[in-house]
């Protein structure tokens, strides 16, 4: 017995040696009153800083030589085209191929709006469009600053895993009034830690939760929450970078939330931060498991079909009628069918899957996935050994299960238009992610 456990640690530790890793992060707070993102209506113009936001890159080059980059943001989201923009400077400045970079976003709801990410949402004077285009400049730049800092900083390292679980998110889907209360109220608590250390203290902590960044929604610049939570885990940790990724949060808030009184709203916001932070402290200090290499990385894409749209004359009928969001969303549609013959009938939906040696499969998902695929993808391929997380690439739309489609609402319906799609999913949604998932998973082991 004494010889396995020498054997096993032996082993253990000369997997984790291969790995060298570098972090960095980058400060993206604005320097000037900007259009604030996330919430439809009227325009929130930012009039004070709660506390900076940021990017953060952890880089992890394994005994292969690959190099693979995750990067978090205290931003509401991505689109296509700032995906373009930043994956191609991370393949040409920084040799970093597609499908070893990860791009994930807290979906936080007090940040600047970028580019033209939920850009029905908005609608700007051509001042306000300038400076969120000043704004969206600055933020490429500092991708590409921090991917590259990142990578520069490498150096012999060791990671580890395990997870925790803190009681913040609450299945929002349950607090819209009584008809309400027949929804599920799943969760997904838990709350996975990589760590890397390059001695005895952590270098980089990246922690996840599953629950939108909507504690505030006042006129402040901050990360919410997940803000709070690695600002409470820097200080725990001096020198360390703590990363925040959004997990399957569609269907999750943190509950309960304070409307219109900032400064209670502020402190409750704190508050989530303290019991997520604390959560990790936990881990941290408790026994976590080595994380092994190599980092096998696997990139596809599946198409999510949608039901028919709205006919072309029933749009022109009652656009009239229409002011606001609804107004723009319909007036997209009927330029969908003028320019492309009728709006498209299906959504790319690209997915990832990073595995690290036999320790632990990291499957990255695209837009605003509801809890169930997190739950889904754990009871399939462990719960102790898989991380699940939405908010990458393209904030493409809300991505219900077959059980939320079938329930109806906003995550699986009604929410569809503010994304520019047509209509609701077909009932193929999960059945389409779940077979590409499984082909991804098999192709990285
Ligand atoms: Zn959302």
Redesign the pocket.
């Known amino acids: 017995m004494k010889c396995f456990c020498i054997t096993f640690f032996g082993l253990c530790a000369a997997a984790s040696a291969a790995w060298q890793a570098g972090v960095a992060k980058a400060d993206i707070t604005p320097a000037e009153s900007v259009p604030l993102a996330g919430y439809g209506g009227k325009t929130r113009m930012s009039q004070r800083v709660e506390h900076p936001i940021w990017l953060k890159a952890l880089a992890l080059k394994d005994d292969s030589g690959a190099i693979s980059v995750l990067v978090t943001a205290d931003l509401v989201g991505l689109s296509d085209k700032m995906i373009a923009v930043i994956a191609k400077n991370a393949l040409e400045e920084h040799r970093v191929p597609r499908e070893r970079l990860i791009l994930n976003t807290s979906?936080n709801h007090s940040c600047p709006v970028t580019e033209d990410v939920l850009w029905l949402y908005y609608e700007f004077t051509p001042e306000e469009a300038a400076v969120k285009d000043r704004y969206t400049q600055m933020v490429y730049a500092k991708y590409d600053e921090v991917i590259g800092k990142a990578i520069a900083n490498l150096a012999p390292a060791e990671l580890a895993f395990e997870q925790g679980l803190a009681g913040v998110a609450v299945n929002r889907r349950r607090s819209r009034g009584a008809e309400s209360r027949a929804f599920g109220g799943q969760v997904d608590q838990d709350v996975p830690v990589i760590t890397m250390k390059t001695g005895t203290d952590p270098k980089a902590i990246v922690f996840g939760y599953s629950c939108?960044t909507t504690a505030l929604g006042g006129l402040s610049i901050n990360g919410d929450y997940a803000g709070f939570a690695q600002l409470e885990l820097e200080k725990s940790f001096p020198g360390c970078v703590a990363m925040f990724v959004q997990n399957c949060g569609?269907d999750a808030n943190p509950l309960p939330r304070i409307r219109g009184k900032d400064m209670e709203a502020t402190e409750l916001a704190g508050m989530y931060g303290k019991v997520l932070a604390e959560s990790v402290r936990q881990v941290v200090a408790g026994t976590m498991k080595p994380l092994g290499g190599p980092l096998r990385a696997a990139m596809g894409g599946t198409e999510l079909e949608l039901q028919p749209g709205i006919p072309l004359d029933e749009l022109k009928q009652r656009v009239p009628n229409l002011t606001g969001m609804p107004k723009r969303e319909f007036e997209h549609f009927i330029r969908q069918y003028e320019t492309l013959g009728s709006p498209p009938d299906r959504v790319k939906y690209p997915v990832q899957v990073w595995q690290f040696g036999p320790d632990l499969t990291f499957i990255a998902l695209t837009g605003?996935t509801v809890v169930d695929y997190s739950l889904k993808f754990k009871s399939t391929y462990g719960w102790n050994n898989t991380w699940v997380c939405g908010y990458n690439n393209d904030l493409t739309s809300y991505v219900p299960s077959l059980r939320v489609l079938k329930e109806g609402g906003y995550e699986g319906v009604t929410g569809m238009f503010e994304y520019g799609h047509r209509a609701p999913y077909t009932e193929t949604v999960e059945e389409r992610i779940t077979t590409k998932v499984d082909e991804l998973v098999k192709k990285a082991k």
């Open positions: 979906h939108h569609g605003e």
